[in-house]
């Protein structure tokens, strides 16, 4: 229902063991590496545990796949049964035949006999024998001892049958059980798969969405992603139930941000209300509108009328377009066809940068500032119908101490030659904004659905309940982050320092000194072990150089495609401490 909505070409949080959303954690190859040193130890039991969602079924495929050709393999995965009823389950998923030595009562001698006939058989032939039983805890005291029996099948080398056994914590309780101990004696490995740290949750939710075809930023900001975490309890089957009813809860109410309110709502949907910690009693007005109104949205989408409440055209029916990320210099045309217009029309050939000139700290200015953070959302609108465009710029230049004169209708040429780069992005949410933390230019719409128009403003601070804007002439104002969303579509300017190095050249591949930069600070953000991996692939720097960008994409929450563009390229100023500009978060 949503996956178009998001530029995703796949629902990207379905439970089903899709193999390509496999996500391989740390503690993931570590329990795999447990379970193929069992295999070569030469028999006994290898005990796989963990909590329910863990992902000790993802493990188990991984291990099957990896498990060599001369093994045979028994797999039992309803091990609700009786000792008879293993015993044929084996001998058949092993291909042994068996048959009662007397018509209509098969013994369990019946069964072993030719089983040992075929472990020895298949010994001889240097063949391995593995035996899997998921959902281990559900075994009986009694089947887990004729389990133990199974392993004195052996030669004065090895013992015959190597026992696997799979399933939640109950079972290290029951293998600890004194009455067990000749069985835990023959457990000779042994692993628990805990849950997923704040930092793999991030990575999982980045790995899902990019298997599922998202190009751009991730819809789930930092604070969600560590709602998503604290919710989940880092278990990957509930993250993916919670980020599926999130990403619901924001088509719903038409935002391509999933935020920190709509994933403890999400949460209280799906995992009852015991399970999500109870919203504050003075309840913002996102949490207590939004999502009565996104649910009523979501009907009206239903229908084919939902985005007439916009005041915009209904969308198409193929997926949102992907958001890439454009050249870290690129000059590209004013976002929206409205706004070109308009500032073609006023524009001068060229503009210029000065110096800054700041405001002087007197009781007028103070005055007119109040006077400005007072006004009304009409106001502020009208405020900025009046001008063309150029304003806006001036402001967002302003952050950067740089005085924008004149008119153009792109700025950008001239704010390179400062050493500034621009960024536009058509289809952002404000997951994308609060992880940029930095102020970015807003194309509002405003007026009526008949006869919008487009205003432009600078988004000054955010929070999850308000969000602060400046316009032409000073003008201020204060405004829910929900009455926000109504008039933003997605479209956003900002700017960031680019590297000396890469000015006026957007490949860094070509340029020797912007990727001795980029290893840099890829150093600098991942640590030491960034500069041991490089030095350990000798030869292999532009696979290893990709391998740290993806690395690092994947820390920040970025779509991990290895490519060093804008998004990463900021990110990588944030992490190494350049100094710039950043969004207020409070009045």
Request: with cysteine; proline share 6%.
């Amino acid at each position: 229902m949503y996956a178009s909505f998001f530029g995703l070409e796949h629902p990207p949080f379905s439970i089903a063991p899709d193999p390509r959303y496999l996500f391989m954690s740390e503690r993931h190859r570590e329990a795999l590496a447990h379970l193929l040193y069992g295999l070569e130890a030469g028999g006994g039991f290898v005990l796989l545990t963990g909590e329910i969602g863990t992902g000790k079924t993802t493990v188990c495929r991984c291990f099957l796949e990896q498990i060599p050709a001369h093994c045979n393999v028994a797999y039992i995965f309803n091990p609700k049964l009786t000792v008879q009823e293993l015993l044929r389950s084996i001998c058949d998923e092993f291909g042994v035949q068996h048959a009662p030595a007397v018509p209509g009562s098969e013994t369990i001698k019946d069964c072993i006999d030719p089983l040992n006939a075929f472990l020895l058989d298949s010994y001889a032939k240097g063949r391995n024998n593995v035996l899997i039983i998921d959902e281990a805890q559900n075994l009986a005291p009694d089947v887990l001892e004729q389990l133990r029996l199974l392993t004195n099948l052996e030669t004065s080398e090895r013992k015959l049958l190597q026992i696997v056994l799979i399933g939640q914590p109950e079972l290290r309780t029951m293998i600890a059980d004194p009455a067990m101990e000749q069985l835990a004696q023959r457990v000779i490995a042994r692993y628990h798969l805990n849950a997923l740290s704040v930092d793999e949750t991030r990575q999982y939710v980045a790995h899902r969405l990019s298997v599922a075809g998202l190009k751009g930023p991730s819809p789930f900001g930092p604070k969600a992603l560590q709602r998503v975490h604290a919710l989940a309890g880092g278990v990957p089957r509930r993250i993916n139930l919670l980020c599926d009813r999130a990403l619901l809860g924001a088509y719903s109410a038409g935002s391509r941000e999933v935020s920190d309110t709509v994933v403890r709502q999400a949460a209280r949907e799906v995992f009852d209300v015991a399970s999500a910690p109870k919203a504050a009693g003075n309840a913002t007005l996102t949490s207590r509108v939004l999502w009565p109104v996104g649910m009523l949205a979501l009907a009206l989408i239903a229908g084919g009328a939902g985005w007439a409440l916009r005041g915009g055209t209904a969308p198409s029916g193929g997926a949102a377009p992907a958001v890439v990320e454009t050249p870290a210099s690129a000059a590209l045309p004013p976002a929206s066809s409205a706004s070109s217009a308009s500032h073609a029309a006023m524009a001068s050939p060229h503009a210029t940068v000065a110096s800054p000139v700041l405001p002087a700290a007197s009781a007028a200015v103070e005055a007119a500032q109040d006077a400005a953070d007072s006004m009304t959302l009409p106001q502020f609108l009208q405020a900025q119908s009046a001008d063309d465009g150029f304003a806006a710029w001036k402001v967002l230049a302003a952050n950067w101490n740089i005085q924008l004169t004149g008119k153009s209708a792109d700025p950008c040429p001239a704010l390179a030659r400062e050493g500034l780069q621009c960024y536009r992005n058509r289809r952002a949410g404000l997951a994308l904004v609060k992880q940029l933390n930095r102020p970015v230019l807003l194309t509002l719409l405003s007026g009526d659905a008949q006869q919008p128009s487009t205003v432009s403003v600078v988004l000054q601070g955010l929070n999850e309940e308000k969000a602060w804007l400046e316009g032409a002439n000073g003008s201020r104002l204060e405004i829910p982050v929900n009455e926000l969303a109504a008039m933003w579509h997605g479209e956003i300017t900002t700017l960031w320092r680019a590297p000396k190095a890469l000015a006026g050249n957007s490949d860094i591949s070509g340029n020797a000194a912007a990727v001795e930069w980029l290893d840099e600070q890829l150093e600098r953000a991942l640590g030491p072990a960034a500069k041991d991996a490089a030095k350990s692939t000798a030869g292999k720097s532009v696979a290893t150089r990709r391998a740290r960008i993806r690395q690092f994409q994947l820390n920040q929450g970025l779509t991990p495609d290895g490519q060093a563009g804008p998004l990463t390229l900021m990110l990588l100023n944030r992490a190494a401490g350049v100094t710039e500009p950043r969004l207020r978060t409070g009045a």
